[in-house]
């Protein structure tokens, strides 16, 4: 199983592109969700999907949009990226089931100058 | 709004000693706790879960506690060796929602 894959790893952007973000997971989990990470803060849910078709916002939603068309998969998409969306961005799935944790991926690194 | 939050100093221990780490919550009261791992440039590992019905939980050289009264989780490591420094990140559940708090390095010195 290869679990939660995320692409790109790295990626540059200028202020004003759009990029999707990737995020495939192999497990047949139903909820997946996206967190970003900075430098000496934890994790922050920008949204979240508890199964195709569903999505919902999380804390920091703004300037983030998310579809869940198939279970496998939960793209993230910047439509005109920014400075303050530089980050580390973390997909994690998880069965919807008691007493599972997170299967997160191993993350994007996002620098828009 | 709730909130989850850890020593954001580091705790720095030596081998062989039990580093115990804090999660406390505010105003809400999240079902289960769960904690997770994370080392330099890599994606969180989960660790434990605890509901908010259990008192405490142990894996191996791990364990969790839940006390709805303080409002607060603790993490402990026995035994502790340098393989075990990281950074300990702690999530509760708001319905459907995981949020986490900002973490705690642990550094373990031989």
């Known amino acids: 199983n290869a679990g939660v894959t995320q692409t790109p790893k790295f990626q540059v952007l200028k202020t004003g592109q759009s990029m999707t973000l990737q995020c495939a997971q192999d497990?047949?989990?139903?909820?997946m969700s996206w967190y970003r990470q900075d430098p000496g803060m934890g994790l922050r849910l920008i949204h979240y999907?508890?199964?195709?078709?569903?999505?919902d916002q999380g804390e920091v939603p703004n300037g983030y949009n998310v579809s869940r068309s198939t279970t496998e998969d939960f793209p993230l998409r910047l439509l005109s990226a920014a400075p303050s969306q530089t980050s580390v961005y973390f997909c994690?799935?998880?069965?919807?089931?008691?007493?599972?944790?997170?299967?997160f991926g191993s993350g994007t690194r996002l620098t828009v100058v | 709004s709730q909130k989850i939050e850890q020593n954001s100093e580091a705790l720095n221990i030596q081998e062989g000693k039990t580093a115990t780490l804090t999660c406390n919550y505010t105003n809400y009261s999240p079902a289960y706790l769960q904690w997770y791992r994370q080392d330099p440039g890599r994606g969180p590992v989960f660790l434990l879960l605890?509901?908010?019905?259990?008192k405490e939980k142990r894996k191996e050289r791990l364990k969790v506690t839940f006390d709805t009264t303080l409002k607060q989780s603790l993490f402990h490591i026995t035994a502790s060796q340098p393989a075990d420094s990281a950074t300990y990140l702690c999530?509760?559940?708001?319905?459907?929602?995981?949020?986490f708090g900002g973490g705690t390095r642990l550094m373990v010195k031989p």
């Open positions: 994690a799935s998880n069965p919807g089931v008691a007493n599972y944790g997170y299967t």
């Open positions: 999530g509760g559940n708001a319905g459907n929602m995981l949020t």
């Open positions: 605890i509901r908010e019905n259990e």
């Open positions: 497990m047949n989990h139903e909820y």
């Open positions: 999907s508890v199964g195709a078709g569903i999505t």
